[in-house]
């Protein structure tokens, strides 16, 4: 199961100056130009049933007073799809080789165990070279170490575990059922779609050719165009999740590589662990996160490593966790090559997506995890994000329920060419191990907090909250002093960029948010909107514990403490936040759109009610109507939805929470529905795009229903497409199409009620 992941945001609208019908795809000519009318559109409702053993779409809507019907999900690839001899979804090497899956005798460190299955296994080796079997709490995190030990029964309380010292050879190809942000393109004329995986680890992406169906208009891949995208020059790629279209027309991703701590990193290789210089070293070292231990043991297969063939030695020679955890660009030429970049000077962390502005330089990203903070990158040019200033975001309360004032910080500015020169520096000093990279002790001076409660630091550090905890004699801290080290040139530039949250902490900026996901911007309202999952009462935005309310929240021990907000059961299901933008794209404000609603656990389990959203996603804009799309990754209900949101007012007369919510598309039992984008290809049809992540695999629960439902469709994924939808239509007075949608919106409640 992928970690709870994420979707996908924004909106694109292509103007096409020429269209040919008659050959075997459209002729495709763009021109980058803004929506100057605004009609009015309102889905058809979908009835909603639980569970679903298959997607079901809206195939119909009112666009500007005129009912107009649509073809619903269609795919494009399946995972395991072959096209031009490739893949789709199978995972390759830094040479193109296929990556194979590492079977039980060679050490995948987990199994996820299924209530009522077994599996059985024993570990080699003694207490002398612990972990030979490790087991992580999904509860509390903690991973406990084993001798030889034999499991003959896997059940809900062992939780995740492996083997951390074993042999054996891979043989099965590994085709990964973990597609997400997917874009179309319209380059020199052509169509083209970029899909990224987002695991396992290393990453991979593809890119199609599509052709449009000169009868129907309905989209496919064109046969032998597949190939997979070579990073290479970059080590590889990792966890890349969101993304979005740029107004240029390129793929801009997103490396979530949340997995890899530079100062875990740092510790285990060039540190306290250096005792044994091989495999068992590097497990022990790691083991106090299981996702940095399981993430290398993956991602040195990119290399033609795997597990039995693994030494610190090799690892430090292939993997410098500072080339992961950025923004990520593709350019595509008309005729399918292409060239992709890295952007160092945006910042490195577990990146959910980026979103470029309407002036061609102005960008946000958001960060998907805990005790996380929101990031403005401004270009030095145009169209161009080979350089530019990074900027981190401080909140301050106004008064009303979770909302804020936004002032921005400056951190850096360079250009990727500088930092990629700077991070290849090699630096000499005492280590055991003397590294071509720069490492996080590089970087900053480290000492304990004078008090675990307080989170206080000694004279001359600075506290810092981004959901790094640690032990030192049997002492658990939640926050770190840092300072920058004097001996390194450029730390302060190094901090920016590669350990920008922590830096973020040390200039005062938020890093209370959680789970910071999609975002899309109205250029017609001039506000961008972003999806928050959830939080919880103790999480690192909520203020102080509601049960004791003078214990001071443990996620914000020697944070800043900007959002406290004081704890509504509602936040449980999440929220999309608008953030009011001044004449420059600079963003001051931000509150509530529109909320989940709590309940109590239904028949079917779900506790956010089906009237609402729930653990909102991906957000996009559908600009030349003026609504919202809203997808999900939830695990508080069945299924997940996309929701269109019609405002309740134009711009001007804005009143929060008071849209109409419409459902209109819900993936598979077990699925996550991800990447919803709107395209307007400008010749009068659009397409909104869809990706079915992991079907039937996101809960124990799905394994039986997978197995027992004849209807079900497998687990391999789906990228596609709803549409074409006509949009050529003369747009409408908005109060002409009012009626109808209050009156759909009357139809999907009573549905669901």
């Known amino acids: 199961m992928v970690r709870q992941a994420k979707r996908r945001v924004a909106a694109s609208t292509l103007a ?19 929506t100057s009318t605004y ?68 050490m995948w460190p987990t199994y996820t165990c299924v209530p009522g299955g077994s599996r059985s296994w024993t570990c080699p080796g003694t207490s002398a070279n612990v972990p030979n079997l490790f087991r992580q709490n999904v509860l509390t995190n903690a991973i406990v170490d084993y001798a030889t030990t034999t499991f003959s029964t896997c059940n809900t309380t062992l939780g995740l575990m492996g083997c951390a010292t074993a042999v054996g050879s891979a043989t099965i190809p590994e085709i990964s059922n ?13 169509l ?136 990520t660009e593709v350019k595509v030429q008309g005729q399918g090559q292409y060239t992709v970049a890295k952007h160092f000077w945006m910042g490195r962390q577990g990146w959910e997506m980026a979103y470029v502005m309407p002036d061609l330089k102005t960008t946000y990203g958001g960060v998907d995890v805990n005790n996380g903070g929101f990031y403005k990158m401004v270009a030095n040019t145009a169209s161009d994000l080979s350089g530019g200033s990074l900027y981190c975001a401080q909140m301050a ?74 032990t030192v004699n049997g002492v658990t801290y939640r926050n770190e002093c840092l300072m920058l080290n004097p001996a390194t040139p450029n730390a302060a530039l190094l901090a920016a960029v590669v350990e920008t949250p922590r830096y973020a902490g040390m200039l005062g900026c938020t890093t209370e948010f959680n789970k910071f996901e999609g975002m899309t911007f109205s250029r017609r309202r001039n506000q961008l909107f972003a999806a928050l999952s959830y939080w919880s009462p103790t999480s690192s935005m909520s203020g102080p514990l509601v049960a004791t309310p003078t214990v001071q929240n443990s996620a914000d021990i020697g944070g800043s403490q900007d959002l406290s907000i004081p704890w509504n059961a509602n936040y449980g299901c999440g929220c999309v936040f608008y953030l009011n933008t001044d004449s420059n794209y600079n963003i001051y404000s931000m509150a509530p759109l529109v909320c989940g609603i709590a309940q109590s656990a239904d028949a079917n389990g779900n506790t956010c009610s089906p009237l609402s959203i729930s653990a ?68 009068g049809q659009a397409f909104i795009s869809l990706v079915l992540q992991h079907p039937y695999g996101e809960s124990d629960q799905a394994w039986g229903f997978v197995n027992n439902n004849p209807t079900t469709t497998g687990p391999a994924s789906w990228v596609g497409f709803i549409g074409p939808i006509n949009v050529n239509v003369s747009a409408a007075p908005r109060a002409a199409v ?16």
């Open 39 to 106: 009609g009015t559109m309102q889905f058809n409702a979908m009835p909603i049933t639980y569970p679903a053993d298959n997607v079901m779409s809206s195939t119909g809507a009112t666009i500007n007073g005129a009912a107009t019907t649509f073809q619903g999900f269609n795919k494009i690839l399946r995972s395991g799809d072959v096209n031009n001899g490739f893949t789709f979804g199978q995972m390759i090497d830094r040479n193109g080789n296929k990556l194979m899956t590492i079977n039980d005798t060679m």
């Open 738 to 753: 009012g009626a109808a949608i209050a009156a759909v919106a009357a139809a999907v409640f009573a549905v669901l009620l």
């Open 178 to 190: 973990d597609p997400d942000y997917t874009s179309l393109i319209v380059v020199g004329g052509n």
């Open 192 to 327: 083209f779609t970029i899909t990224q995986f987002e695991a396992p680890v290393p990453s991979v992406m593809y890119l199609t050719q599509l052709v449009q169906d000169p009868t129907t208009g309905v989209l496919s891949a064109k046969p032998n165009t597949m190939v997979p995208i070579n990073w290479s020059a970059y080590g590889g790629i990792l966890a890349t999740c969101a993304g979005s279209t740029t107004p240029w027309q390129s793929h801009l991703g997103s490396e979530e590589s949340y997995m890899q701590d530079g100062r875990d990193w740092a510790g285990t290789m060039f540190g306290t662990v250096t005792a044994a210089q091989g495999f068992n070293t590097i497990a022990l070292g790691l083991s106090e996160s299981l996702s940095s231990f399981t993430s290398v043991t993956s991602q040195m297969r990119y290399f033609g490593i795997y597990p039995n063939q693994m030494t610190t030695a090799n690892v430090i020679a292939n993997i410098n966790p500072y080339m992961y955890g950025y923004i």
């Open 16 to 34: 096409v100056a020429a269209i040919s019908m008659s050959g075997a795809s459209a002729a495709l000519t763009t021109s980058l130009t803004p």
């Open 616 to 683: 909102p996603d991906n957000v996009a804009m559908i600009e030349d109507f003026d609504t919202l799309m809203i997808g999900e990754d939830t695990g508080f209900r069945r299924n997940d939805l996309i929701w269109q949101y019609t405002f309740p007012n134009p711009p001007g007369q804005f009143t929060p929470d008071g849209g109409a919510l419409t459902p209109i598309f819900s993936s598979m039992y077990g699925a996550e529905s991800t990447s919803p984008f709107w395209y307007n290809l400008g010749n």
């Open 397 to 470: 309360a106004t008064g009303q329920a979770a909302s804020f004032a936004v002032t921005w910080k400056l951190m850096s500015t360079t250009t990727n060419a500088a930092m990629l020169a700077l991070l290849n520096t090699t630096l000499t000093g005492s280590r055991t191990v003397a590294p071509t990279q720069i490492t996080f002790d590089d970087i900053f001076l480290t000492a304990l907090p004078t008090s675990a409660t307080s989170g206080a630091c000694p004279t001359g550090f600075t506290s810092t909250n981004v959901n790094y905890y640690y």
